[in-house]
Every structure is written in C-alpha cells, then in structure tokens.
C-alpha cells in the first residue's frame, strides 16, 4: 500500500513540472504573438541607420528631400 502511495507522489511531482513548463512556454509563446514578434535588433539597426542619415543631411551630402525619403523607408521598416 505504501508502494502505491509513493508512485502517485512521484507521478504528481512530475505532472506539476510540465504543468510550470507549459505555462512558460505559453506565456513566451503569447507574449510573441502579442508583440508580433519584432526584437530589439531591428530597432537598434534602425536608430543607427537614422543617426548615419541625419549625419549625411548635415554634413549636405543629401538635400532635405532625399533625407525625408530616405527616412520614411528606414522608419516603414
């Protein structure tokens, strides 16, 4: 009777960590769909990207035209 007590111990420890795991994958799961899955990097490569542009406007080797073009698609990305 003991035997049978302990195998459903051991049973019940195991379904409550995949029942933590599920949960952390589904939140991490969730958390990308809600975010649509954007990451930092894009970000990053776009703020660099803006800071090169409004270097090139300044220094006048693009007109104020070709820097707002220009942009506009950096920033649609």
Do not use: C, P
């Not at 195998?7 to 969730?30: A, D, R």
């Not at 899955?37 to 990053?44: A, I, L």
């Amino acid at each position: 009777m003991m035997r049978y007590g302990y195998n459903m111990m051991y049973w019940g420890g195991f379904f409550w960590f995949i029942l933590i795991v599920l949960i952390i994958v589904l939140t991490i799961v969730t958390y990308k769909v809600i975010s649509g899955g954007k990451t930092n990097h894009n970000r990053t490569f776009n703020d660099n990207a803006i800071e090169i542009l409004k270097q090139r406007f300044a220094k006048g080797e693009i007109d104020e035209e070709q820097y707002k073009r220009m942009r506009d698609t950096i920033e649609s990305k």
